[in-house]
Nanobody, 116 residues
Framework: QVQLVESGGGLVQAGGSLRLSCAAS????????MAWFRQAPGKEREFVAS????????FYADSVKGRFTISRDNAKNTMYLQMNSLKPEDTAVYYC?????????WGQGTQVTVSS
Protein backbone atom coordinates (compact mmCIF):
# COMPACT_ATOMS: atom_id res chain seq x y z
CA GLN A 1 0.00 0.00 0.00
CA VAL A 2 1.24 3.47 -0.86
CA GLN A 3 1.92 5.90 1.98
CA LEU A 4 1.79 9.60 1.19
CA VAL A 5 3.34 12.71 2.77
CA GLU A 6 2.38 16.19 1.63
CA SER A 7 4.62 19.24 1.98
CA GLY A 8 5.18 22.73 0.62
CA GLY A 9 2.26 24.60 2.10
CA GLY A 10 2.53 27.96 3.79
CA LEU A 11 1.25 31.50 4.05
CA VAL A 12 1.22 33.55 0.86
CA GLN A 13 -0.39 36.77 -0.29
CA ALA A 14 -3.11 36.76 -2.90
CA GLY A 15 -1.58 36.53 -6.35
CA GLY A 16 1.38 34.55 -5.09
CA SER A 17 2.53 31.03 -5.83
CA LEU A 18 3.30 27.81 -3.98
CA ARG A 19 4.46 24.38 -5.07
CA LEU A 20 3.15 21.40 -3.15
CA SER A 21 4.85 18.02 -3.14
CA CYS A 22 3.46 14.56 -2.41
CA ALA A 23 6.10 11.97 -1.59
CA ALA A 24 5.01 8.37 -1.91
CA SER A 25 6.56 5.30 -0.39
CA UNK A 26 6.27 1.93 -2.02
CA UNK A 27 7.22 0.62 -5.40
CA UNK A 28 3.73 0.78 -6.86
CA UNK A 29 3.37 4.59 -6.99
CA UNK A 30 3.80 4.66 -10.75
CA UNK A 31 0.87 2.26 -11.11
CA UNK A 32 -1.65 4.67 -9.63
CA UNK A 33 -3.57 7.55 -11.05
CA MET A 34 -3.19 10.29 -8.44
CA ALA A 35 -5.00 13.41 -7.37
CA TRP A 36 -4.92 16.45 -5.12
CA PHE A 37 -7.82 17.28 -2.85
CA ARG A 38 -8.42 20.12 -0.41
CA GLN A 39 -10.58 20.86 2.60
CA ALA A 40 -11.38 24.37 3.71
CA PRO A 41 -12.60 25.12 7.25
CA GLY A 42 -16.20 24.06 7.68
CA LYS A 43 -16.40 22.52 4.22
CA GLU A 44 -16.27 19.07 2.71
CA ARG A 45 -13.07 17.80 1.15
CA GLU A 46 -13.12 18.52 -2.58
CA PHE A 47 -11.30 17.41 -5.68
CA VAL A 48 -8.65 19.78 -7.07
CA ALA A 49 -6.75 18.00 -9.84
CA SER A 50 -5.85 14.53 -11.08
CA UNK A 51 -3.18 12.91 -13.23
CA UNK A 52 -2.96 9.51 -14.88
CA UNK A 53 -0.25 7.01 -13.98
CA UNK A 54 1.86 8.08 -16.94
CA UNK A 55 1.26 11.78 -16.43
CA UNK A 56 -0.16 12.01 -19.92
CA UNK A 57 -3.61 13.21 -18.94
CA UNK A 58 -4.61 15.75 -16.34
CA PHE A 59 -7.94 17.09 -15.14
CA TYR A 60 -8.77 20.13 -13.01
CA ALA A 61 -11.64 21.47 -11.01
CA ASP A 62 -13.12 24.54 -12.66
CA SER A 63 -12.11 26.66 -9.67
CA VAL A 64 -8.38 26.08 -10.27
CA LYS A 65 -8.24 25.56 -14.03
CA GLY A 66 -5.63 27.80 -15.63
CA ARG A 67 -3.97 28.59 -12.30
CA PHE A 68 -2.83 25.18 -10.96
CA THR A 69 -0.70 22.55 -12.68
CA ILE A 70 -0.43 18.95 -11.53
CA SER A 71 2.59 16.84 -12.48
CA ARG A 72 4.46 13.76 -11.32
CA ASP A 73 7.91 12.24 -11.43
CA ASN A 74 7.56 8.48 -11.15
CA ALA A 75 11.33 8.03 -10.87
CA LYS A 76 11.19 10.10 -7.66
CA ASN A 77 7.86 8.70 -6.45
CA THR A 78 6.64 12.29 -6.16
CA MET A 79 3.68 14.29 -7.37
CA TYR A 80 3.48 18.06 -7.48
CA LEU A 81 0.91 20.83 -7.55
CA GLN A 82 2.12 24.19 -8.84
CA MET A 83 -0.31 26.84 -7.66
CA ASN A 84 -0.17 30.28 -9.22
CA SER A 85 -2.38 33.36 -8.90
CA LEU A 86 -3.55 32.15 -5.52
CA LYS A 87 -6.78 33.52 -4.09
CA PRO A 88 -8.03 33.69 -0.49
CA GLU A 89 -10.63 31.05 -1.40
CA ASP A 90 -7.77 28.61 -2.09
CA THR A 91 -7.07 28.55 1.65
CA ALA A 92 -7.39 24.93 2.78
CA VAL A 93 -5.53 21.84 3.86
CA TYR A 94 -4.30 20.10 0.72
CA TYR A 95 -4.09 16.32 0.49
CA CYS A 96 -2.83 13.90 -2.10
CA UNK A 97 -4.18 10.43 -2.68
CA UNK A 98 -4.77 7.89 -5.37
CA UNK A 99 -7.59 8.54 -7.78
CA UNK A 100 -10.06 7.29 -6.77
CA UNK A 101 -8.81 7.86 -3.23
CA UNK A 102 -7.84 5.06 -0.88
CA UNK A 103 -9.21 5.66 2.60
CA UNK A 104 -6.15 4.25 4.35
CA UNK A 105 -3.80 6.52 2.37
CA TRP A 106 -5.04 9.90 3.61
CA GLY A 107 -2.13 11.75 5.18
CA GLN A 108 -1.93 14.83 7.39
CA GLY A 109 -2.08 17.21 4.47
CA THR A 110 -0.32 20.54 4.13
CA GLN A 111 -1.88 23.87 5.08
CA VAL A 112 -2.14 26.59 2.45
CA THR A 113 -3.24 30.01 3.66
CA VAL A 114 -3.75 32.87 1.20
CA SER A 115 -4.09 36.33 2.68
CA SER A 116 -5.99 39.12 0.94
Amino acid sequence: QVQLVESGGGLVQAGGSLRLSCAASGRTFSSYAMAWFRQAPGKEREFVASITWSGGTTFYADSVKGRFTISRDNAKNTMYLQMNSLKPEDTAVYYCNANPPVQASWGQGTQVTVSS
